[in-house]
């Protein structure tokens, strides 16, 4: 098997097209505002995911290579929830570890989507969220102990023979962002894969 490598998004979500001038030098990402929320299956097959657009991640994080196996997601939102889709292509998904070892317990040297969420794109707080294919998951905040946090976010994962589907609901009242999002509101945000690839993982 080959090293594993980390995949990084894009850093901004804006959340109506007219903001995109206010970060003209940030890479940025569209979440669109849903008429109803998708249902947390992992089937991006929901009216709010067809109207979303899709975001792929074209370089690691270091921006020298490509992100292969390649990745994209779409983000919505329905003002009280945060909602990620992500489509990870893998055609090697029979070499998964698919075991569930449960909360706070993603080893991240397995399959792993990682999502770094600032509520409030000009404040230093941010939250971790994972994920594994397996469902597996862990979720803490900046400077933080991980036993100690702990929020209500839901996830569902489906993996098929070219990759794997999640499907990620984050609560953001509970993750201070009180009021409802709504269009023209900034937030900052990074998708993250770990996956096999041709350097060795980087934090």
Known sequence: MLPYSRLLGLAIALLSAASLACAADLPTALCTIARQAPAIDGVLDDDAWQDAPA????????GKRPAEPPMQFRLCT???????GAELTDPDTKTYDLKDRGHDACDFS???????LAPHADAPLYFQFA????????????????????????????VGPEGWVAEIALPLAELGRKAPLQAGDMMALNVCRETRGAVPLHA
């Open 131 to 158: 994920l594994e294919p397996g469902g597996a998951d862990h979720d803490n905040q900046s400077g933080g102990n991980v036993k100690d946090h702990n929020f209500s976010w839901r996830h569902a994962q489906a």
């Open 78 to 84: 329905d003002g009280a929830w945060l909602y990620l």
């Open 55 to 62: 975001n792929r991640v074209e370089t690691d994080h270091e």
């Open 110 to 116: 397995h399959e792993t989507l990682e999502v770094f």
